[in-house]
């Protein structure tokens, strides 16, 4: 069946560090992929996604590309903020229905 | 903007008691979820339900049972409440079942049974 994979976390990074986050993915069609992120005490909410191979979601300073060749789809950010510090979720769904598949959640601390 | 309101954030409860949470969304969305989630498990799916009356078994759906009566609200029921189902629950909806479509999430309830 379809399954996300995501780096274990957590993960502590200074204020203005780059960040990386990895994701692969198992599907056996044409997938849609997402990142959401949930911050303290809150429900999640998208970050970003894509919907078919080479595609590239943004949001907010954060990217991920859809690469099929890899079953990837990594999320970066260039200089991350304190405001960043959250929980992060990949997860994908298949393209003819909404059954969400979602990794188990990297917890990310900026530092000052 | 999308709206998911669930009636509680936080839930202490006894074992045997039935527990009722309930989330109600204000777009007009088909498809509703109701997922647990469990610190290194990640998000795993309980129900959802793509119209009125409907309903589909997610992945874990032992223990639990649902009820769509209007199509802006969603229950979830926990018949008979144990200490592992103790978590934090979270419901979702989202417009149609096309596999592209967001899914827009309530803020959770945090379910303690004693």
């Known amino acids: 069946g379809n399954s996300v994979t995501q780096m274990e976390g957590p993960v502590t990074l200074s204020e203005e560090a780059f960040l990386t986050i990895n994701c692969t993915y198992t599907a056996t069609g044409y997938p849609s992929l997402f990142w959401y992120v949930q911050y303290p005490g809150e429900g999640l909410q998208l970050l970003l996604k894509?919907?078919?191979?080479?595609d590239k979601g943004s949001n907010k300073g954060f990217e991920a590309t859809y690469r099929k060749e890899t079953t990837s789809f990594h999320l970066e950010k260039g200089s991350v903020q304190v405001s960043d510090s959250a929980v992060y979720f990949c997860?994908?769904?298949?393209?003819?229905?909404?059954?969400?598949?979602f990794g188990a959640g990297t917890r990310l601390t900026v530092k000052p | 903007d999308v709206k998911v309101t669930q009636s509680s954030r936080y839930l202490v409860k006894r074992t045997g008691e039935k527990v009722f949470l309930e989330c109600v969304q204000d777009m007009d969305h088909e498809n509703m979820f109701w997922y647990r989630q469990d610190p290194g498990l990640g998000l795993r799916l309980i129900y959802f339900s793509y119209d009125v009356k409907m309903k589909e078994k997610g992945d874990i759906p032992e223990g639990y049972s649902v009820s769509r009566e209007k199509k802006e609200r969603f229950s979830l029921i926990l018949e008979s409440a144990s200490t592992n189902q103790t978590s934090m629950y979270l419901c979702a909806s989202s417009l149609s079942d096309r596999g592209q479509e967001t899914q827009y999430f309530g803020p959770g309830t945090r379910l303690l049974v004693l």
């Open positions: 997860a994908l769904s298949e393209w003819d229905n909404n059954d969400m598949r």
């Open positions: 894509a919907t078919k191979a080479d």
